[in-house]
């Protein structure tokens, strides 16, 4: 016997009643949760954003055939010229500081112990700028170490070497000041008191206690190179340190010079060729980054003392050029 279903019709051939209403999934306490809860409208995962990179690019002049085994990466005989004058004024800066510093170079030494690494590590931190006083901004802001405060650097112009980044504030200066609180002394903090160590270890160990947040390769290598020179601690680079930046423009201009990108023969290229010119490898630092930069733009990090002849002299012997061309090697 046929049955009939509450709309009146067959209820095989009934259309209303043949569709199933939605069945709610059970959760996982074992009741029903509402169909429409059943599934989760799709989210699609935010792009990732793209960082901030600026890329510049270094001018090149152009090939005139030069070929030398100590810079392989350069072509230009002008080019080569221009790097015997950088390392001739580096050689010289480097020389000043220990003689006879200028401006701030020369209270920080004076002072010694903790306020003179203080002033030291504020030089290499904030950078002189260039001008008729690369030092005024961080006169104005410098403050004394055994007062425990930190310096006030809104609005303080920073030099072109300069570590600080005004987005992260004073973060970098109260973990420095913090770890060397810690330690009990600045130079214990940097690890540069440690009698077992050779005046090259000690360096290399400051270098290391020095990746603070925000403290790049630049004024870190200052730094201990600026604290070396005016004999605030008992330590002296054995190389450029630059596999701790690869971004870093002393970095990267060491690389087209050399010739090559992987950090441990650039190490030793950079240090055979401070060899053969007769400079401090710590003179390569400044040198590299000046000969990157527009001619006439050079970065004195304040000093001011004229580029050594006599290493001039060396260099161009090294690169094989002369005032008039290259030479024969």
Same mark, same amino acid.
């Given at each position: ?27 996982? $306490? ?88 203080? %002033?030291?590590?504020? @030089?290499?931190? %904030? ?19 055994? &007062? ?62 020095? $990746? ?15 604290? $070396?020179?005016?004999? %605030? %601690? ?46 401090? @490898? ?17 970065? &004195? ?29």
């Amino acid at each position: 016997m046929p049955t009939f279903c509450r709309h009146g019709r067959l209820e095989a051939n009934c259309p209303i009643c043949s569709k199933k209403e939605p069945v709610a999934p059970r959760s996982r $306490s074992g009741g029903r949760r509402p169909a429409a809860a059943a599934k989760s409208p799709s989210r699609k995962r935010p792009a990732a954003r793209a960082g901030h990179l600026h890329v510049r690019r270094m001018a090149r002049a152009q090939d005139d055939g030069y070929d030398n085994w100590a810079v392989p990466g350069l072509r230009a005989t002008v080019e080569a010229g221009r790097l015997a004058d950088e390392l001739a004024f580096a050689a010289a800066r480097l020389e000043q500081l220990r003689a006879d510093p200028p401006g701030l170079y020369a209270d920080a030494a004076a002072a010694g112990g903790e306020e003179g690494l203080w %002033l030291a590590f504020l @030089i290499a931190y %904030l950078s002189p700028t260039e001008g008729e006083d690369p030092f005024a901004g961080i006169a104005a802001a410098r403050t004394a170490w055994a &007062t425990g405060e930190l310096p006030d650097l809104e609005g303080v112009a920073l030099g072109p070497r300069a570590g600080h980044d005004p987005a992260r504030g004073l973060a970098t200066l109260t973990a420095y000041r913090a770890r060397a609180e810690r330690a009990g002394s600045q130079a214990a903090a940097l690890a540069a008191d440690e009698s077992s160590l050779n005046p090259q270890r000690r360096f290399e160990r400051a270098f290391e206690r020095l $990746s603070l947040p925000g403290l790049r390769r630049a004024p870190r290598y200052e730094f201990l190179v600026v604290a $070396s020179r005016l004999g %605030l %601690l008992d330590a002296e680079p054995l190389s450029l340190l630059l596999g701790a930046d690869p971004t870093d423009p002393t970095v990267l201009a060491a690389k087209r010079i050399l010739g090559i990108g992987d950090a441990i023969n650039l190490q030793r290229r950079a240090g055979e060729l401070a060899s053969e010119a007769g400079v401090p @490898i710590a003179a390569l630092d400044l040198a590299f980054i000046n000969w990157s930069r527009p001619p006439g733009d050079r970065i &004195t990090a304040g000093a001011t003392a004229l580029a050594d002849a006599a290493v001039r002299e060396r260099a161009a012997a090294v690169l094989g050029v002369t005032d008039e061309g290259p030479v024969e090697n």
